[in-house]
């Protein structure tokens, strides 16, 4: 599962939920991928909660708290 939202610089980011390896306890992570600006690196953001609380989120969360999630989250290289 996974949703759309725009940032300030309008850009579109896809979030997702990543829960590492099966069977690792790793707290899960929301991965931010820009699908309207190719150099813009992907994101990530600790989830404080249960992967299905984080997929739940991902689904229905509100957009300004997704958002912030983003920024905070630090960039993939």
């Known amino acids: 599962m996974s949703r759309r939202i725009m940032d300030g610089e309008l850009r ?10 099966s069977g690792f ?8 991928r820009c699908t309207t600006d190719v150099s813009a690196p992907s994101r990530i953001a600790p989830f404080q909660g249960e992967p299905t609380e984080a997929l739940a989120f991902v689904e229905a ?6 958002l912030g999630l983003l920024e905070e989250g630090r960039a993939l290289s």
């Open 61 to 66: 969360g509100e957009e300004p708290r997704l």
């Open 12 to 21: 579109t980011w896809e979030v997702f939920v990543n829960t590492g390896p």
């Open 25 to 32: 306890s790793r707290p899960p992570q929301l991965v931010f």
